[in-house]
T-cell receptor, first 117, second 111 residues
Framework: GAVVSQHPSWVICKSGTSVKIECRSL??????MFWYRQFPKQSLMLMAT?????????EQGVEKDKFLINHASLTLSTLTVTSAHPEDSSFYIC?????????????FGPGTRLLVL | GQQVMQIPQYQHVQEGEDFTTYCNSS?????IQWYKQRPGGHPVFLIQ?????EVKKQKRLTFQFGEAKKNSSLHITATQTTDVGTYFC???????????FGTGTRLLVSP
């Protein structure tokens, strides 16, 4: 089946630093990837849709300059949290849409837990 | 914007009891998906429903899509401890690419 990986799985950083999270589709090409954020015991909130070769589409309320997304290839999208602050601490999950004929299944990566001190 | 609500938020059952979670969208959906997220894990795709009134079964799990394509349900028969986790529905509105996740129902099963 379709596998999506994320790296790193855990990040602890100091306030003010930038953190890059990678999302890779391992056995399929994904023209579209999605970045979600999840707070403890809450639902997934879509942050942005990452399109290969073009600019990401951000959801309302998500700062583009704060959360930089790059989708440089069909198997890799990156999310950079710039000048991270404690309120950015969260579980960040990416997903990729598998190119199946009859379904629009999204396969999720294992997530990245970010803790900003 | 489109909102997807689930009830109940939380349910604690004894092993062997049945469980149902309900999903309601503020707008008509083109399809609905269900995901399971284990504690500390990531969402795992369970199923997708597309047709009005569609019912699908996966072993002890029964999924239903409402006639108006605005609601859905997941029913688990004879729960097991391995069913523990949070169940999310996720709906895609007609003409929209974005998948909107429901608020989730957290299931706890005691042996």
């Amino acid at each position: 089946g379709a596998v999506v990986s994320q790296h790193p799985s855990w990040v602890i950083c100091k306030s003010g630093t930038s953190v890059k999270i990678e999302c890779r589709s391992l056995d399929f090409q994904a023209t579209t990837m999605f970045w979600y954020r999840q707070f403890p015991k809450q639902s997934l909130m879509l942050m942005a849709t990452s399109n290969e070769g073009s600019k990401a589409t951000y959801e309302q309320g998500v700062e583009k300059d704060k959360f930089l997304i790059n989708h440089a290839s069909l198997t890799l999208s990156t999310l950079t949290v710039t000048s991270a602050h404690p309120e950015d601490s969260s579980f960040y999950i990416c997903s990729a849409r598998a190119p199946e004929a009859h379904q629009e299944t999204q396969y999720f990566g294992p997530g990245t837990r970010l803790l900003v001190l | 914007g489109q909102q997807v609500m689930q009830i109940p938020q939380y349910q604690h059952v004894q092993e062997g009891e049945d469980f149902t979670t309900y999903c309601n969208s503020s707008t008509t959906l083109s399809n609905i998906q269900w995901y399971k997220q284990r504690p500390g894990g990531h969402p795992v795709f369970l199923i997708q429903l597309v047709k009005s009134g569609e019912v699908k079964k996966q072993k002890r799990l029964t999924f239903q899509f409402g006639e108006a394509k605005k609601n859905s349900s997941l029913h688990i028969t004879a729960t097991q401890t391995t069913d523990v986790g949070t169940y999310f529905c996720a709906g895609r509105g007609t003409g929209f690419q974005k998948l909107v996740f429901g608020t989730g129902t957290r299931l706890l099963v005691s042996p």
